[in-house]
Structure formats: C-alpha cells, structure tokens
C-alpha cells in the first residue's frame, strides 16, 4: 500500500501563488509516474500536470506556462508550483501515484482563488 498526504491548499487572491507537496510512503513498490488532478462538485477528475520518474512533464492547456511540476524520487514526493493563480482554479486537488500494480490517490487538498 503506497499512502499519499497532500499539503499545501489554501485560499488565495487571483494573481497568486501557491505550492502543493504529496509525499508517498508506506510501500517498497516503485512509484513510476506522479501526477496531480483537479475536481469540483458535480464534474470528473481532469488531469492538471503529470511527471514521470525520469522528469518527463505533461500539463493540462489551462495550466501551461502557469503550473510547475517537480518532483524528488529520494523523497518520493512531488510538487505543484501554482502561479498566477485564477478563480477558475477554485477546485480540490489530489495527487496521484502509479506504481507496476496499480494508481493510488491521495485524500485530496482544497484551493480556493478568490476574485
């Protein structure tokens, strides 16, 4: 069992900054791809940025040239540098993951952008 905490949610003024941390722990499994996603009431989970265990980054278009995904493997944790944040951010954001077997997900961090 691989178990994610997320930290780093909050509220925050449009125009801001914010950085999410999820660190893995609990299993000896290695963790290939870490990603982060986004949900608000009533629509599915989208994908907002992604990082391979070899650095290799994908992001949504709505976060391009915005967000910034990192990671360090020693510390099986991953990071979302959030700028230039807008209200349409407004969601909760889970980490997420993949090892050879199967995704896990973390229990999720609320943002919130203020106008």
């Known amino acids: 069992q691989v178990r994610l905490v997320e930290s780093g949610g909050g509220l925050v003024q449009a125009g801001g900054s914010l950085r999410l941390s999820c660190a893995a722990s609990?299993?000896?499994?290695?963790?290939?791809?870490m990603g982060w996603y986004c949900q608000t009431p009533g629509k599915e989970r989208e994908l907002v940025a992604t990082?391979?265990?070899?650095?290799?980054?994908n992001y949504a278009d709505s976060v391009k040239g915005r967000f910034t995904i990192s990671r360090d493997n020693a510390k099986n944790t991953v990071y979302l540098q959030m700028n230039s944040l807008k209200p349409e951010d407004t969601a909760m954001y889970y980490c997420?993951?993949?090892?050879?077997?199967?995704?896990?997900w973390g229990q999720g961090t609320q943002v919130t952008v203020s106008s």
């Open positions: 990082i391979t265990s070899y650095g290799s980054t």
């Open positions: 997420r993951a993949n090892t050879l077997w199967r995704p896990y």
């Open positions: 609990g299993s000896n499994d290695r963790i290939n791809t």
